[in-house]
């Protein structure tokens, strides 16, 4: 299998900084590609969750870089390629949590991470952004860990869960077979407030027409025109 894949992220209109961190990355070698995609979002009800966001999407490009060196796409067994994915995850927290402690400073992130290796995906997932898959119909691979609660009066979204919250991770596993023609589309909150379900038939269709994945950066564009203001990230990968 082999994988094709873009990301982008933007500050949005009207936030001071971007506590998004987004990334793709892939190696090919014998028997096809293997790659990660993640997207954090740093808790904007905390200190500087830019620091955790990046902290997490710099830990999980370093993991996949050594994980690249020494693996063999075509014999790898895919229920230890998990587990390591597994105890990274909770590492990743790890690091978060020594900034946490060290620099007294409260911080968090949110974490979706999808990991492709022949035709197996596996997913990892904290907080409230999300992965999509897009197999002839949009279906969400993952659940908001966030509760809904009246303040001053208002209906707000309240987060649950996220890496840096406790010493030890809770997160959420999947894993299953791909199909040659999948498109996943994983985002912050940013991206998916004001995202419809035509606007992935057009862009999962331009895909798999074209195998032209470097639309983010238009699909950020139509939701500032929509009027979103909070930062937004998008990471697209196409499997074929």
């Known amino acids: 299998m082999l994988f094709y894949g873009a990301c982008a992220t933007d500050i949005g209109s009207s936030r001071k900084n971007n506590q998004d961190a987004i990334l793709f990355k892939k190696v090919s070698k014998r028997g096809g590609d293997f790659a990660l995609g993640v997207i954090c979002d740093g808790i904007g009800g905390l200190e ?4 955790a966001s990046q902290c997490v999407s710099n830990a999980a490009s370093q993991w996949f870089d050594n994980i690249a060196e020494w693996i063999d796409i075509e014999t790898m067994n895919t229920d230890i390629l998990f587990a390591h994915f597994k105890d990274a995850a909770e590492n990743w927290n790890c690091l978060v949590r ?16 999808l990991l492709l290796l022949r035709d197996h ?5 904290v907080g409230d952004s999300r992965i999509y898959r897009y197999r002839d119909t949009l279906e969400r691979m993952t659940t908001d860990e966030s509760i809904a609660k009246i303040c ?6 309240f987060l649950l869960n996220y890496v ?11 894993k299953g077979i791909l199909l040659r023609g999948d498109i996943f ?5 940013g991206f998916y407030h004001m995202l419809t379900e035509c606007d992935m038939d057009s862009v999962c269709g331009q895909i798999a027409d074209t195998g032209n994945v470097d639309l983010c950066r238009t ?4 939701m500032i025109q929509r ?12 499997c074929t």
């Open 219 to 222: 699909m950020i564009n139509t």
């Open 121 to 125: 995906y596996f997913i990892i997932h």
């Open 98 to 113: 020594n900034i946490i402690i060290s620099q007294n400073m409260n911080t968090g992130t949110t974490m979706s991470a």
């Open 48 to 51: 500087h969750g830019e620091v």
């Open 152 to 157: 001053n009066s208002r209906m707000k979204l």
């Open 227 to 238: 009027g979103e203001q909070d930062n937004i990230s998008v990471g697209m990968i196409y």
């Open 185 to 189: 589309i994983y985002g912050s909150d």
């Open 164 to 174: 840096g919250r406790d010493d030890s991770l809770s997160f959420s596993s999947e």
